[in-house]
């Protein structure tokens, strides 16, 4: 998988959460993508600060991420 398809592959990904998380009132972005394997988010409005932001992001995020993109290892959630 090239670099250009794993972003698109990541961004689908997030687009398939993003309705769960702004129900709530938060939202998600994409910050980068390095060496193929490590994604950096930004969790958004509600989800700042929020008690289950990191279940959110192993369970969720990270789950749905990599069923759209198996080779990435780990998220990362940037303040």
Known sequence: MTS???RKNVEKAL???RPFLQSDGGDISLVSIEND???KV???GNCVGCSV???TLKSGVEM???KHVPQ???VINID
């Open 37 to 39: 394997n490590s994604v």
């Open 53 to 55: 932001n990191q279940m």
């Open 64 to 66: 749905t991420i990599k």
């Open 42 to 44: 930004r969790l958004e």
């Open 15 to 17: 687009d398939e959460i």
């Open 72 to 74: 990435i290892e780990r």
């Open 4 to 6: 250009e398809e794993i």
